[in-house]
């Protein structure tokens, strides 16, 4: 049976089929490892294009040619134990325990076959099968040591199925909560691999979890900031409003918190903030209330706080759109789903109407929100706007003075 097979490089069943020798097969294979599809499909090779293309387990299964790989791909159709069976009748050598490492995926088999002698995409796959097990078993450093190896063996037969087996390794540490160099590192790996395939829609999804990790774990540095908004704007080039507009908005509501998080320390501060607030009217393009209810309530607090900080000429005009925006939210945001969310929208709002001068619009809302604060704790908070409302009641004070020296 050929090898290498561009197994792992296609999404769906397509990733687990495994294809017939052909004459053309040397031209054809490496097209295929590389994500590829060649533009006219050699017969017995039909119902790999079928797959790929999205086409019913039917009209795949009508195309399989004759042969052990057909017995290997109809069970992947059909995974059942008599399917199994008969598979394993006819698969000989290392393609064994590559069905038997398919079986166990599809829970036909209690544990995952050893590795063997294997080479190649197949010792990649049995490698990412024990990780799996071990994932399974909460053994994380184990699961990811496996992951490792399996990505490193594929690297220089399969570039895209290594880009996958690196990117499941980085997004496993991400989940794990780690955030450093090595996170990085495998994500820049991946997104090498995948620089000259087909796969541009997996390269922007990788731009974006890499920019999530430089924004995670930033801690307030401005360089890893700007590393998260130039792995955003990557991700842009393929996640276009008309195309990906979910992922279009997602990108740019990361992309605006990471600028607003950046230190205001510099003359190009408020031109970030500028840029952010673009973002989120970009992103509220996408996410409306009716349709995406707490993405679009994050998005509209988030602009609404941008728009109270941003250096403009019309600051008023600007203040009473964050409180117009504030507004909005708490209409449908309620104390008692998220108390603390529902006060740090009050404290805004009400920090907001005091910077216009609204005392007795402010008042309640900052009073409330302070109430809320104490309530579960968050004092710093409390205290935060307890000094906002002192300040105001001072120059409550000053105003009714000066108005008795006028009179």
């Not at 920090?351 to 309640?364: D, E, K, M, V, Y």
Request: charged letters at 25%.
């Amino acid at each position: 049976m050929m090898q290498p097979q561009p197994i792992g490089v296609f999404p769906g069943a397509a990733g687990f089929f495994l294809l017939p020798l052909v004459p053309e097969a040397d031209r054809l294979i490496p097209l295929l490892l590389r994500g590829h599809v060649p533009d006219s499909w050699p017969e017995s090779w039909c119902f790999f294009a079928a797959a790929i293309e999205g086409k019913s387990e039917d009209e795949v299964l009508a195309l399989l040619p004759e042969g052990p790989e057909a017995a290997y791909n109809r069970f992947i159709l059909d995974p059942q134990a008599h399917t199994y069976t008969l598979a394993k009748e006819v698969i000989s050598g290392d393609f064994t325990l590559l069905l038997d490492a398919v079986a166990w995926r599809l829970k036909l088999c209690e544990t995952p076959p050893p590795l063997g002698d294997t080479a190649g995409e197949i010792r990649a796959f049995l490698l990412a099968t024990q990780a799996y097990d071990a994932f399974q078993r909460k053994g994380w450093p184990t699961g990811l040591s496996f992951l490792f190896e399996a990505a490193a063996v594929a690297e220089d037969v399969s570039p895209v199925f290594s880009a996958r087996l690196y990117a499941e390794w980085a997004a496993t540490k991400q989940m794990l909560g780690d955030h450093g160099k090595e996170t990085v590192e495998g994500y820049q790996k991946a997104l090498a691999l995948l620089e000259t395939s087909s796969f541009q829609e997996a390269r922007a999804e990788l731009w974006f979890q890499l920019g999530s990790v430089y924004q995670t774990g930033a801690g307030g540095r401005k360089s890893s900031l700007l590393e998260a908004a130039r792995c955003y704007h990557e991700a842009l080039k393929v996640y276009r409003k008309d195309t990906y507009p979910e992922e279009y908005a997602t990108v740019h509501m990361n992309l605006a918190l990471a600028y607003l998080a950046m230190p205001a320390l510099d003359r190009s501060a408020y031109l970030r903030t500028a840029a952010a607030i673009q973002s989120l009217r970009e992103a509220l393009r996408i996410f409306k209330k009716d349709t995406h209810p707490e993405l679009w309530a994050s998005a509209t607090v988030n602009l609404a706080n941008a728009l109270q900080h941003v250096k403009t000429s019309h600051p008023e005009e600007n203040l009473w759109e964050a409180v117009a925006l504030y507004e909005e939210v708490l209409e449908v945001r309620r104390p008692k789903d998220d108390p603390l969310g529902y006060a740090r929208v009050l404290a805004n709002q009400g920090n907001a109407l005091a910077h216009l001068g609204a005392f007795s619009r402010a008042l309640p809302r900052l009073e409330e929100a302070s109430r809320l604060f104490c309530a579960y704790g968050e004092h710093e908070a409390a205290n935060a706007v307890e000094d906002v409302l002192a300040e105001i009641a001072c120059m409550r004070k000053q105003a009714a003075s000066n108005e008795k020296m006028e009179q």
